[in-house]
């Protein structure tokens, strides 16, 4: 099994997201986890166990048009069977609608909900004692 996580942007979010890998990696120990940042955002990354591929992604993927194409293309030869979209932008909602990989999980957003096969509404309130920005994301693996 070869699962992709997208979290792009800041780096605490980057590394806040991570929680998300290592629950993949206690469920699915043998699965292949591919967590795709903005390259800027990958010192905090090294090292981490949970990891066993940092897909890279730069500003000219997100300027230049072609190299965004072909940069979904490769993803698609890559054969994810999950995509979890943490970041749910419209860049990488096009990333995980590029996969294919038969279950595409996101928040869900009016405008962005054609790329996945499964949506989840955010909480407003924790559920839990914990921070609201872990549960939403926690809550991301429920598919």
Do not use: W
């Amino acid at each position: 099994m070869k699962i992709l996580v997208i979290q792009q942007k800041k780096i605490g979010d980057v590394l806040t997201s991570t929680i998300i890998l290592e629950a993949l990696r206690q469920k699915y120990p043998k699965a292949a986890l591919h967590y795709l940042v903005n390259v800027h955002t990958t010192p905090v990354l090294e090292n981490n166990p949970y990891i066993d591929e940092i897909v890279g992604f730069t500003t000219e993927l997100q300027n230049k048009k072609l190299k965004f194409y072909a940069f979904l293309k490769k993803l698609n030869q890559r054969d994810y069977d999950i995509v979890i979209d943490v970041y749910v932008k419209i860049s990488s909602s096009l990333i995980t609608y590029f996969t294919r990989a038969n279950t595409r999980i996101g928040y869900h957003k009016y405008y962005s909900s054609f790329a996945y096969t499964e949506t989840i509404h955010r909480l407003k309130t924790p559920q839990h004692n914990s921070s609201l920005a872990l549960e939403n994301r926690l809550k991301l693996l429920e598919p």
